[in-house]
């Protein structure tokens, strides 16, 4: 997260964690004209075998940080105010964040490369306080949690049911047809 990402995440997670929520983190965008701050949010731990978030609780913290964002004004000029749930694409904020979900696939952007890489994807192997170790192409690599800009989960597509079925052949096509012969021209 960004330093104004951070600063509005330590300010409003007391107003979603009253409403009975987690702020999982901030994305702040600055753009000429309207900003756009997004807010994810998730049920508490003890709640998320049984309890998803859902529109009501967007809603409610959507009207709840926007007053308190009207009283702090911590963003100067017109921005949009948008609240999520993580979807199957969970960002990742915190290192906390990586260790609960070692052994899936993520998707990370550093600030500044390492090893002559800003982006990359792998497995997600260790966190060891803020520090994340990742494993794709037959290596591994660990990144320093402040080096982190942006970091979302790679879904299963394959496990969640929603990859891509090969189409079926069409049975009977070519055996025994003859394609018709293209018309002959006669000068």
Not at 83 to 93: A, C, K, M, T, Y
Not at 94 to 117: H, N
Not at 138 to 163: E, F, H, S
Request: hydrophobic letters at 40%; one cysteine or more.
């Amino acid at each position: 997260m960004s330093d104004k990402a951070t600063e509005i995440a330590q300010l409003l997670q007391p107003t979603v964690q009253a409403l009975g929520l987690e702020l999982l983190g901030v994305e702040y965008l600055p753009a000429t004209g309207n900003a756009t701050l997004r807010l994810y949010i998730d049920v508490l731990e003890a709640e998320r075998e049984t309890r998803v978030v859902n529109i009501d609780d967007c809603e409610a913290v959507s009207r709840e940080v926007s007053a308190q964002l009207d009283v702090e004004d911590p963003i100067s000029g017109n921005y949009t105010l948008e609240v999520s749930s993580p979807g199957v694409d969970r960002p990742l904020f915190t290192a906390a964040q990586f260790a609960r979900f070692i052994g899936e696939e993520a998707k990370v952007v550093l600030k500044l490369p390492q090893d002559g890489r800003r982006r990359l994807q792998g497995r997600i192997v260790a966190v060891e306080g803020e520090a994340i170790t990742l494993a794709f192409d037959n290596q591994q690599m660990t990144i320093a949690g402040d080096n982190l800009d942006k970091a979302r989960l790679m879904p299963d597509w394959v496990a969640l049911g929603l990859a891509p079925q090969p189409k079926k052949k069409d049975v009977g096509a070519g055996k025994g047809k003859k394609k018709p012969a293209a018309p002959k021209q006669v000068h």
